[in-house]
């Protein structure tokens, strides 16, 4: 795997010795990442609360779970999202072993990113001479089976190449089942309607130190399909909700905030986080509806880089 770039690097590299003392505080941002790894606060990072609609105020989805010291949990793989996460964060996730990456499925605002950034990720620790990291890319099969075609098209001379030193290994979700991540996280994988049942997606429940994080994916709402939502908000602590659908459109492929309050009041949700948003309706109009539902919980919307602690 690239060769000439490779070869050139070798050059680069043997004049100008890598520091890897300095490879995880290079900037500012990662210092304060750094920083924070001396607290025991859960951190969520909206790194990107938008949609294809408004990327000029937004970016796709992209939110980063981390506590302490442990490894980052990085949900969605949207475009460029190594760099926003650095960006957001100062995590690198170039040099960082023991990432999860959980994803909702595959439409490329969701998953867009995974292709360049096993390649990057890739070039980056051969260059440094780091072997043997993981990334675990949790998902539906769609998401393998399409990142499998990407590099086909996209590596034809290297379609046995296996970017070892990107050291990503994807786990297929099984809904229903739990399973513990590297930082000592339990991610549970639930089935979600969108629209159209040809397309494989999951919603995620993060449980920290007994703290459930749900997590909707992208869902809409249906009569037939609510039960799927019930099971996703059902004794969370807080729900990061999919919120495509506005105030109250009732759409089959987005939530609307109108039911996803009503879903947060039936099941004691605490703290309901609108994103995925299109900014058609205010927020004023998005947490209206929510009451109207009879949510008396906190109803947060979030910009991009703004971070929620608990």
Request: aromatic letters at 8%.
């Amino acid at each position: 795997m690239c060769d000439s770039l490779s070869r050139a690097a070798s050059i680069f590299f043997a004049s100008k010795p890598v520091d890897k003392a300095r490879s995880l505080i290079q900037d500012a941002a990662t210092e304060k990442f750094m920083a924070q790894q001396e607290d025991e606060l859960i951190r969520v990072t909206m790194v990107g609360t938008g949609t294809v609609f408004n990327p000029d105020r937004r970016g796709p989805p992209l939110y980063v779970i981390r506590k302490g010291s442990k490894p980052p949990l990085v949900l969605e793989c949207s475009e460029g999202f190594w760099k926003r996460v650095r960006d957001a964060t100062g995590a690198n996730l170039f040099l960082l072993d023991g990432i999860d990456i959980a994803i909702t499925h595959a439409h490329a605002d969701h998953v867009g990113g995974l292709f360049p950034f096993e390649v990057g990720r890739h070039c980056a620790r051969w260059m440094r001479g780091l072997h043997g990291g993981q990334v675990r890319v949790h998902g539906p099969h769609q998401i393998r089976s399409g990142h499998e075609a990407i590099k086909r098209a996209h590596l034809p001379e290297h379609r046995t190449e296996k970017l070892a030193c990107s050291g990503l290994r994807f786990q297929p979700t099984k809904p229903g089942l739990s399973v513990v991540l590297s930082n000592g996280f339990s991610l549970e994988a639930l089935p979600v309607f969108h629209g159209d049942p040809v397309i494989e997606v999951n919603a995620f429940r993060v449980t920290i130190d007994g703290v459930v994080i749900a997590y909707t994916g992208d869902a809409g709402w249906t009569e037939d399909t609510a039960f799927m939502l019930k099971n996703v908000f059902r004794g969370a602590d807080v729900v990061i909700c999919d919120a495509s659908g506005g105030a109250k459109s009732g759409s089959a492929r987005h939530l609307d905030t109108l039911h996803a309050g009503a879903l947060a009041k039936e099941h004691d949700v605490q703290t309901l986080v609108l994103t995925h948003l299109t900014d058609f309706d205010p927020p004023e109009a998005l947490e209206k509806a929510c009451r109207e539902a009879g949510f008396e919980g906190d109803v947060i919307i979030p910009n991009d880089g703004d971070e929620i602690n608990f």
